[in-house]
């Protein structure tokens, strides 16, 4: 259900019939509103005395969402803010309403009879039949319907580990299925003109559909530069992408280099300086919108275990480690003087917990200087401690976020303060 927003007429500067549908719209949120205090209080009173009346018939959009509110259903509620200033009220509201709406609490129970019922029914059903039959009595039972009866009987009295084992093949038999529907990377080699053994950057993805979707050949001799930029022989185009981020070196497809220029450019969650050597299964990761595997068909796959574990996103990313960063190092020298205090395990969760904050506030001003490049936002990863608890608890981690200003506006900034000041 899409709810309208409410509307203030002084605001919108409505008149006529827009003024009364307004006015309608407001006066259903109103009583939708209402209700949903309601179930929050009983909610919150739950096992207490003095259950009151929820209000589902004082409106029409009230009556229509009963079920969904109250009774047997799953129901998800999604806010829609305003991030503008002028909206900051209603914003305000929106945000205590679904704060409200958080407390509701629906329990969804399925609308059929339990299977160990059912099957004890029918089991019962199946032995009267057979009695009636063992007494003579055949012209009123049919020997069919016995037969049905005891078909129902095996279909829902099987087992579970059964039922299990028959999902379990039959989500094979479709893994198989879809794979044999694609092309392998060697057809696709081949198809192109290339050898088997020309290496392969692979693309690595949280969906399962969209993993090797995005195959780009190693072809040996010329150097192959990637970016974003149409004179890269593999453009890429994301949020960190640079025009010439790195370059490939395949001298005789098994020796494989990557060779940073500028941007961010990761091996094995290792910032990479220079050039550096590839081997089989290393993971890449370009800017904050691509992750690659590398494929060598001529390396010796030694492990293969190694090969299975590249195949998620999740694994290339936990393996991130911002070192190069320089709050990362500034926070490492700072967990070696309190592991003494608190002990060398939690110092290093700490220090673990704070390179992945660091790695996503990386992503956050990435972010940030593509959407709002004008405005001079930063976000920032801060430690906090508690003085009182010093030497026993450890630090927070928290994200902060700083206006950096500069020219005219840093210069009223600082007349402002001072005039302050005097």
Do not use: W
Not at 2 to 28: C, F, V
Not at 98 to 109: I, S
Not at 120 to 149: F, M, P, Y
């Amino acid at each position: 259900v899409d709810l309208a927003g409410s509307e203030r007429a002084k605001r919108t500067q409505a008149a006529g019939g827009t003024l009364k549908e307004g006015a309608a719209i407001n006066q259903s949120l109103s009583h939708l509103a209402n209700v949903i205090f309601k179930l929050a209080e009983l909610a919150e009173k739950k096992g207490k005395a003095g259950a009151d009346f929820v209000p589902f018939r004082n409106s029409k959009l009230t009556m229509a969402l009963m079920d969904s509110l109250g009774g047997n259903s799953k129901t998800v509620m999604i806010a829609a803010l305003s991030p503008a200033e002028v909206n900051y009220e209603e914003t305000l509201g929106t945000l205590q309403f679904a704060k409200r709406v958080k407390v509701v609490k629906c329990t969804a129970k399925q609308n059929a009879e339990s299977e160990g019922s059912l099957v004890a029914r029918l089991k019962a059903e199946c032995e009267q039949l057979k009695a009636q039959i063992a007494v003579g009595k055949t012209q009123s039972v049919d020997n069919e319907q016995l037969e049905a009866v005891e078909a129902l009987v095996d279909k829902y009295g099987q087992d579970l580990e059964g039922q299990l084992e028959v999902a379990r093949a039959m989500k094979e038999r479709r893994s198989l299925a879809l794979k044999d529907l694609g092309l392998s990377s060697t057809k696709i080699g081949e198809s192109l003109g290339l050898h088997e053994s020309t290496p392969q950057l692979v693309n690595i993805s949280n969906d399962p559909a969209l993993v090797g979707c995005l195959v780009y050949f190693l072809t040996e001799g010329d150097p192959i530069n990637i970016g974003s930029t149409n004179d890269c022989k593999i453009k890429l185009t994301g949020l960190g992408m640079k025009p010439t981020m790195a370059v490939i070196h395949n001298r005789d497809n098994l020796d494989i280099s990557i060779e940073a220029n500028e941007g961010r450019v990761l091996a094995n969650g290792q910032l990479v300086r220079g050039e550096q050597q590839l081997k089989h299964c290393d993971r890449l990761i370009l800017g904050h919108a691509h992750c690659f595997r590398v494929m060598i068909p001529l390396a010796k796959q030694d492990n293969a275990r190694q090969a299975q574990l590249t195949q998620d996103l999740e694994t290339a990313l936990a393996e991130v480690v911002p070192s190069s960063s320089e709050s990362y190092q500034k926070c490492n020298f700072f967990v070696r003087e309190m592991q003494d205090r608190i002990g060398q395990e939690k110092a290093q969760n700490f220090l673990q917990e704070f390179g992945k904050v660091l790695t996503l506030v990386d992503e956050a001003n990435a972010i940030t200087t593509e959407v709002r490049p004008c405005e001079g936002l930063r976000f920032c990863a801060e430690v906090l401690t508690d003085v009182l608890r010093y030497q026993q608890e450890e630090p927070e981690v928290v994200v902060r976020l700083k206006r950096v200003e500069t020219g005219r506006a840093r210069l009223r900034t600082l007349m402002r303060r001072t005039r302050r000041m005097t």
